[in-house]
């Protein structure tokens, strides 16, 4: 199936999900993460959920894991990161999504783990994001030994069928049941 298609699928897949649901999922994921990856004291990458997406709720992350968390900006078309030491530092984009406004930057090579928000993802770990690319750009330049993580509520589907030599794969998913290794 082509992203396009893909894109519109798991947008009312996330709809029809109520918020308690959402939640549920969320923890799951959070859970799954937590205990097949040792995060403690290490420097990651972390969306925050823009809730009109019904983006899954990486809160629970943050509140459970010792680490260093950047939360990425969108600066002159690519993302820069900062270190999110409060949600005082945190306003909301005309994008809907919680940016810190201040905060000390991080270069990408920093990471030893990216949390990647997705729509979908592929048995390969192709995945489909909202379409502007920010990702791919960002981790692109990352250190190589650094594991790129998407979070999703669905399981993969078999194959994205439009991918580009511009996309890149991630090392792992993490679902509600499970954390698929695309290695």
Known sequence: ????????????????????????????????????????????????????????????????????????????????HILLESEDQLEVSHWGIPEPIYGDEVEPRSFDFVLVPLLAIDQKGNRVGYGAGFYDGFLKDCNPECQFIGLSYFEPVEKISDISTSDISLHYCVTPNSVHCFK
């Open 1 to 80: 199936m082509e992203k396009a298609e893909l894109r519109k699928i798991f947008k009312q897949k996330r709809k029809d999900l109520n918020e308690v649901e959402r939640q549920m999922l969320s923890q799951l994921i959070a859970d799954n993460l937590i205990e097949k990856f040792d995060l403690h004291d290490k420097n990651i990458s972390i969306f925050l959920p823009i809730e009109r997406f019904q983006e899954i709720n990486t809160w629970n992350i943050l509140d459970q894991v010792d680490a260093k968390f950047y939360v990425p900006v969108v600066k002159e078309k690519s993302l820069k």
